[in-house]
């Protein structure tokens, strides 16, 4: 997977050095008032391969899965292109289409007319007058009702996104490619789970505005320029960006939590006037910090117990309908080694994870949980009567 990996990068790379910028650029203009086609897709193949850096295969998770860095599935093989023009920035292989097909078909390449042109500068001009709060879903609307960009909603936000990745709409903490390449790890972030976007569209806001460096690189031949910011707007954009920085501030805070308890420390866990306990066997990080992934043994008392009684004790798992099935917790909220109100207790260190051949397939990578629910895990688990 390793070579596989590799060789698209290289070719990805050598393709962003050899592309005619101004030919895609125009191609993309021309094709935003046509049927949704080929040429919206090789502009967001370009902005990726302009920026990806050499790098070594880092997989998502323990030997396979998606690289860290680019996004790129080592597995992917290059075909043709999206036939509506949409393109992921983490789809190298697709990269590597659109930019080849872009290459053979140059003399197909449609030149932008002043319609055209006017039309990206309407755009541009649109986010001035959208209210300051205003995310691609404003946007997305407003170019439906102007009838700016032929399609159904994906296709306006797969042109939204391009935009994003040409540095045109984006954010000081939250570039496009243009700007800075961004890791596909980091490209995971969302403001809320409810976002669909890759930042920086993720956390775009009219009130960001437009990016003139954006503007001139890309467009800047065709004659379109980033509109003017009023004073009002200026006093605006101050304040979504100092929101931004406050929520951003707060998302490192919690990002730089972590649990107190280590690898191999057993845990009894209070349920109502019984005890359950479990084994510290990993720690997952995310976005909310690093939490401890917790295993249950097959144990339950009056009592938290002596260490020595989980010694050699099986795992618990999980109800999964009419079975057990291997069940990993990450208790998000299981922060402090010692527990004041006593609904925890680490009774011991250096343990073993708890043998689970007899169970089911595990579930995941975990399951989030919260300490509130204690009960029925214990109950999932068949550790207490429910």
């Known amino acids: 997977m390793t070579r596989a990996h590799d060789a698209i990068i290289k ?20 094709s935003l008032g046509e049927a949704p086609g080929f040429w919206r897709a090789p502009l967001m193949a370009l902005a990726v391969a302009e920026r990806v850096p050499a790098h070594v295969y880092t997989p998502w998770s323990k030997g396979d899965g998606q690289c860290r860095v680019c ?59 959208l209210p300051a709060s ?9 170019m439906r009702a102007e009838k700016l960009v032929a399609g159904e909603k994906y296709d306006r936000r797969h042109v939204i996104e391009t935009l994003g990745a040409c540095s045109v709409l984006e954010t000081a903490e939250h570039p496009g490619f243009t700007t800075a ?3 596909f790890a980091a490209r995971q972030a969302r403001p809320t789970v409810r976002v669909e976007c890759d930042p920086p569209i993720a956390f775009w806001s009219a009130g960001h505005g437009v990016g003139a460096a954006g503007v001139e690189r890309w467009f800047g031949h065709l004659g379109v320029t980033a509109p003017r910011v009023s004073a009002t707007r200026a006093a605006e954009q101050a304040k979504v960006t100092e929101a931004a920085a406050v929520r951003q501030s707060k998302l490192d805070r919690r990002a730089a939590r972590a649990t107190e308890l280590v690898v191999g420390d057993a845990v009894a866990f209070a349920v109502g006037a019984r005890w359950i306990a479990g084994i510290v066997v990993d720690h997952f990080q995310d976005r909310g910090g690093r939490r401890p992934v917790v295993e249950l043994v097959q144990w339950a008392g009056d009592a938290p117990p002596a260490v020595e009684v989980l010694h050699g004790r099986g795992a618990a798992g999980t109800r999964s309908g009419k079975n057990q099935c291997r069940g ?10 010692t527990d004041r109100r006593r609904r925890w207790v680490v009774v011991g260190e250096g343990m073993k994870a ?21 009960d029925r895990i214990a109950r999932d688990a068949g550790l207490v009567d429910g």
């Open 11 to 30: 070719r990805v790379r050598a393709l962003g050095k050899a592309s005619d910028a101004k030919r895609i650029a125009g191609a993309f203009v021309a």
């Open 354 to 374: 708890p043998a689970s051949g007899h169970l089911g397939e595990a579930i995941g990578v975990g399951s989030f949980r919260r300490m509130i629910e204690i």
């Open 328 to 337: 990993r917790l990450i208790l998000s909220d299981l922060w402090k080694r």
């Open 134 to 142: 205003a995310r691609e879903g404003k946007l997305n609307e407003a």
């Open 181 to 183: 390449w961004t890791s």
């Open 71 to 129: 996004g790129l599935d080592p597995e992917a093989e290059v075909e043709s292109p999206h036939e509506r023009g949409q393109l992921l920035p983490e789809d190298l292989a697709g990269v590597v289409a659109a930019l080849e097909q872009a290459k053979q078909r140059k003399g197909e390449a449609p030149k932008p007319s002043a319609t055209d042109v006017k039309r990206l500068q309407r755009i541009f001009a649109m986010v001035g007058e």
